[in-house]
């Protein structure tokens, strides 16, 4: 059938970004043939585009009662409403449109994409396969394909659909980096530092690649690759930027270059990172340089009394050294590339008396002996940070094994969710107690986990603290670790420290058995 005069035009200038002309000539249809579902289509699709969903949302429910068997008027109707919010009605519509026609792409696309986010991982399979079979070649496509695969545990195939899809395009960016985390995933860290480059060389201005390989890289002991790598991190290329703006270069020093001179270490991440980079500022002592720091407020206080540091400034403070030569506190293993990374000690930091006073009263009020500290959830996620690194323990897993043993627990987790201290308390059969506030003040953290008779968590700043205060603890570490706690075993960096791994499958059992059966001091080995 023809369609009226306007439709065609109308869906033109949607084609070529222009919905406002586009609504303009699907309503004149519309006015001529208020019969016609396509000029309802065309004006629903402009509305869209306007950001108007509501009046779109009754334009496409006007073309679904003219024509209830167009798959594109079922699909539009599904993409107004999940950007509405109903999630449960665009994925029927979209179902729907997929039905009425099994050769459109975006429906099948869409659909998937849909049964993904609800963890319906065979069901988003089938709809990207389907829609695999119409673009064998959709970079998209066979990359959710494989990550619906991944979800329903099915590796072999998941890893046949990524090489297909790097045989069709062998510099598609996303499946480049896609494969790489996946490869990471399942512990062929060979493959993914390859992938990872070859993402970066198709993309050499990407944040987050420098940052998974020198991962992957630190995890397999390549040092040198791993240094190469961090020092295409975004923080020190906005440094190198800034400085060139003034007619300055930044480079870092060799340790003989650091003889005699005033050095500004640049903090770049946050505390735990600090903390742990920090590991290396003695060395440049040795090396004969005076140093200052320039940093967060409230990391000052402890890295003031290490007796490292000529002195210490917040950022934005005018008094902050500007002729010193700068160094970002992430380079400072670059700069003792020759010395080994393992042997290189925590910075000792002794807890304030006063607060040390404070919290064993606390402890003291919220119950008997012994003590114990729990996190089970840190870091910042993709969705957050492109690299980060989220940790996390169901937190049901963990208080159920913590429930048969003596003592008062208390939660150190940095922002508990509503209900979650409630829940675990519940799960331990007695209260735990909320002491997340000490996570506000890096002094009143390290002190409440000097105090502490056992420490039990995924990894976080405060366990950098409790290696800086002389403490251990018991660190729970998802698969793939972060690099600082190695690929098995205890970490040579956290001595005394007592690691428990979950599988490469996701299974905590082991590490949680291991975890029982640990000895429970919160001191350094004798």
């Keep these: 059938m023809t369609a009226p005069h306007g439709v065609n035009e109308a869906f033109r200038e949607l084609q070529a970004g222009h919905p406002d002309r586009a609504l303009a000539l699907a309503r004149s249809a519309v006015q001529a043939h208020p019969h016609a579902p396509r000029a309802r289509l065309a004006e629903g699709v402009a509305l869209r585009m306007l950001a108007r969903l509501g009046e779109a949302s009754q334009a496409l429910v006007r073309a679904a009662e003219l024509d209830p068997r167009d798959h594109a008027i079922a699909y539009e109707t599904g993409v107004v409403q999940q ?28 659909a998937g994409s849909l049964r993904l986010d609800r963890r319906e991982w065979d069901l988003a399979a089938e709809r990207f396969r389907a829609a695999v079979k119409l673009q064998p070649r959709q970079g998209d496509a066979l990359r959710w394909l494989a990550r619906a695969l991944v979800g329903g545990g099915r590796h072999e195939e998941a890893e046949q659909v990524f090489v297909h899809a790097l045989a069709h395009d062998p510099h598609d960016f996303n ?22 480059a070859e993402a970066l ?8 690649l420098p940052i998974f390989i020198a991962q992957v890289e630190l995890l397999q002991g390549h040092w040198d690759a791993a240094w190469t790598a961090y020092r295409e991190r975004e923080p020190r290329r906005q440094l190198e930027r800034s400085l060139a703006s003034q007619r300055s270069s930044y480079h870092v020093p060799t340790p003989a270059q650091l003889a ?14 600090i903390l742990f980079f920090l590991r290396w500022a003695p060395l440049a002592v040795a090396a ?3 140093l200052r720091f320039l940093g967060q407020k409230g990391i000052l206080p402890l890295l003031a009394r290490t007796g490292l540091f000529e002195s210490v400034h917040e950022f934005g403070d005018p008094q902050a050294p500007g002729r010193a030569m700068p160094l970002l506190v992430g380079d400072l293993p670059a700069v003792f590339a020759e010395t080994d990374p393992l042997s290189v000690p925590s910075l000792r930091i002794a807890p304030r008396p006063e607060r040390l006073t404070h919290w064993r009263h606390l402890l003291g009020q919220a119950g008997r002996r012994p003590w114990i500290g729990v996190t089970w959830r840190a870091g910042l996620g993709p969705d957050t940070q492109p690299h980060g690194l989220y940790k996390a323990i169901p937190s049901d897993l963990l208080l159920t094994r913590l429930a048969p043993h003596a003592g008062t627990v208390v939660a150190v987790q940095r922002a508990p969710l509503p209900g979650e201290i409630e829940a675990a308390s519940h799960l331990l059969d007695r209260p735990l107690h909320d002491f997340s506030r000490m996570n506000d003040d890096l002094e009143d953290a390290i002190a409440l986990v000097a ?11 405060n366990m950098h603290l409790a290696a800086a205060a002389g403490a251990t603890a018991d660190v729970l570490i998802p698969f793939p670790p972060e690099w600082r706690w190695r690929l098995h075993g205890d970490s040579p960096w956290f001595p005394g420290f007592r690691v428990h791994r979950q599988t490469i ?15 429970s001091g919160n001191r350094f080995p004798a």
Excluded at 201 to 208: E, F, K, L, Q
Excluded at 451 to 461: I, P, Q, Y
């Design 260 to 273: 005699g001179r005033e050095v500004c270490l640049i903090a770049e991440q946050g505390y735990g990172d």
């Design 83 to 110: 950007l509405r919010g109903d999630m449960d009605g665009a994925l029927a519509q979209f179902e729907r449109a997929r039905e009425l026609n099994p050769g459109f792409f975006p429906a099948h696309f869409s």
């Design 505 to 519: 499958d996701g299974d905590w059992s082991a590490a949680l058995d291991t975890l029982v059966s640990a000895p």
């Design 288 to 290: 004969g340089a005076t």
């Design 201 to 208: 060389r198709v993309r050499p201005g990407d944040d987050a």
């Design 175 to 196: 499946i480049l980096r896609t494969f790489g985390q996946y490869a990471a995933s399942r512990a062929n860290f060979k493959r993914a530092g390859k992938l990872f």
């Design 451 to 461: 105090l502490l008779d056992r420490h039990v968590g995924v990894s976080n700043t």
